[in-house]
């Protein structure tokens, strides 16, 4: 049976609007995503537990504590002012991260918020606190000696910055977990397989040779995060050739998938990793919302098992993967796979 860790307080965070393409449309990361990738996990075999909680510490040790107080506070701060709306939306953003820091809630949500599609709420702070406190429990598992362990977090992580939010993503669970890993003394790699690339995770870790990143995702050309993911991103400073982006065209299948990350894990093993952090997106699958990959179900058994075969311990940690009926599937498929000897 495998180990799992959730925590309900992740639900009081229920984004209400995002823009694509100039449109307002309702934020596809909602808070049924936990019930459908909860009940499939548990038909995977998973054993869940609730986390404990960690403290500030591991988050400080990725995110700025400038960061986290605005995180923290600026809903109430934006919500005294006159007309505000319900939620937390950026409608201007600094020309460089070099300009001066503001004082006031508007400029701090522009420069703290990459984009219109990390919208935060009255409960928002509260279940990204509860979401990385997740990802640290389940990284205590595999600390403890499972060969594998499932962290179902909600809101995901893996595109915000050390002080920047976006594409639904507030802290940046997989890389908490990450150094919690490597102040452990373990040798930790992230690879991240959702559909977007985690422009966040790289950010983090792109002049530092102590933690790899590898990730596997659609062509940022003409999609999600744009100017994140090309292959010539290979880090810099100290970290020059500690990232590796493989970047796929739309279309994209199970094959194709499995030959990328037949690539991924090899630059891994290459690297001396002794632990892992998966970045799991289900949003490759065929029928997700956002239309770019044809990975199948049966596919994601075999990412998972490819995986596995790589003989290190695994944190997996839940990114994308949105609304559709083939969501559930999709994770019992990966997590079977994963469990496969």
Same mark, same amino acid.
């Given at each position: 049976?495998?180990?799992?860790?959730?925590?309900?307080?992740?639900?009081?965070?229920?984004?209400?609007?995002?823009?694509?393409?100039?449109?307002?449309?309702?934020?596809?990361?909602?808070?049924?995503?936990?019930?459908?990738?909860?009940?499939?996990?548990?038909?995977?075999?998973?054993?869940?537990?609730?986390?404990?909680?960690?403290?500030?510490?591991?988050?400080?040790?990725?995110?700025?504590?400038?960061?986290?107080?605005?995180?923290?506070?600026?809903?109430?701060?934006?919500?005294?002012?006159?007309?505000?709306?319900?939620?937390?939306?950026?409608?201007?953003?600094?020309?460089?991260?070099? &300009?001066?820091?503001?004082?006031?809630?508007?400029?701090?949500?522009?420069?703290?918020?990459?984009?219109?599609?990390?919208?935060?709420?009255?409960?928002?702070?509260?279940?990204?606190?509860?979401? !990385?406190?997740?990802?640290?429990?389940?990284?205590?598992?595999?600390?403890?000696?499972?060969?594998?362990?499932?962290?179902? &977090?909600?809101?995901?992580?893996?595109?915000?910055?050390?002080?920047?939010?976006?594409?639904? &993503?507030?802290?940046?669970?997989?890389?908490? !977990?990450?150094?919690?890993?490597?102040?452990?003394?373990?040798?930790?790699?992230?690879?991240?397989?959702?559909?977007?690339?985690?422009?966040?995770?790289?950010?983090?870790?792109?002049?530092?040779?102590?933690?790899?990143?590898?990730?596997?995702?659609?062509?940022?050309?003409?999609?999600?995060?744009?100017?994140?993911?090309?292959?010539?991103?290979?880090?810099?400073?100290?970290?020059?050739?500690?990232?590796?982006?493989?970047?796929?065209?739309?279309?994209?299948?199970?094959?194709?998938?499995?030959?990328?990350?037949?690539?991924?894990?090899?630059?891994?093993?290459?690297?001396?990793?002794?632990?892992?952090?998966?970045?799991?997106?289900?949003?490759?699958?065929?029928?997700?919302?956002?239309?770019?990959?044809?990975?199948?179900?049966?596919?994601? !058994?075999?990412?998972?098992?490819?995986?596995?075969?790589?003989?290190?311990?695994?944190?997996?940690?839940?990114?994308?993967?949105?609304?559709?009926?083939?969501?559930?599937?999709?994770?019992?498929?990966?997590?079977?796979?994963?469990?496969?000897?």
């Amino acid at each position: 049976m495998m180990k799992a860790v959730l925590d309900a307080r992740q639900s009081v965070h229920d984004p209400k609007h995002a823009l694509l393409s100039g449109k307002v449309i309702q934020c596809r990361e909602q808070p049924e995503r936990i019930d459908v990738l909860h009940k499939a996990a548990v038909a995977a075999g998973c054993e869940f537990s609730p986390p404990r909680d960690h403290g500030r510490a591991p988050l400080a040790a990725i995110h700025s504590p400038e960061y986290l107080a605005f995180l923290e506070t600026i809903h109430q701060r934006w919500s005294r002012l006159k007309d505000a709306s319900n939620e937390v939306i950026p409608n201007i953003h600094p020309a460089n991260r070099s &300009c001066s820091y503001p004082t006031g809630p508007v400029g701090q949500a522009g420069y703290h918020q990459a984009d219109t599609a990390c919208p935060i709420a009255a409960g928002t702070w509260d279940a990204a606190y509860w979401s !990385a406190q997740t990802a640290l429990s389940a990284a205590d598992l595999v600390m403890d000696g499972a060969d594998a362990a499932y962290a179902l &977090c909600r809101p995901p992580g893996h595109h915000a910055f050390g002080d920047l939010a976006g594409g639904f &993503c507030y802290l940046n669970n997989a890389a908490i !977990a990450a150094q919690h890993f490597l102040m452990a003394g373990f040798r930790p790699a992230i690879m991240d397989i959702d559909v977007h690339h985690g422009n966040g995770t790289q950010g983090i870790f792109y002049d530092r040779d102590d933690i790899l990143t590898v990730s596997i995702h659609g062509d940022p050309a003409n999609f999600y995060p744009f100017f994140w993911g090309h292959a010539a991103e290979r880090g810099t400073g100290r970290g020059l050739g500690y990232n590796l982006n493989i970047p796929l065209p739309f279309g994209t299948d199970d094959a194709a998938f499995l030959i990328a990350l037949e690539t991924a894990l090899h630059r891994i093993k290459t690297n001396g990793s002794n632990v892992l952090v998966v970045s799991v997106g289900l949003d490759p699958h065929e029928d997700d919302p956002f239309e770019a990959f044809k990975v199948t179900t049966p596919g994601f !058994a075999r990412i998972g098992a490819a995986i596995t075969a790589l003989g290190l311990p695994a944190l997996h940690v839940q990114e994308g993967g949105y609304l559709q009926p083939a969501l559930g599937d999709n994770l019992t498929s990966f997590l079977r796979g994963v469990q496969r000897k």
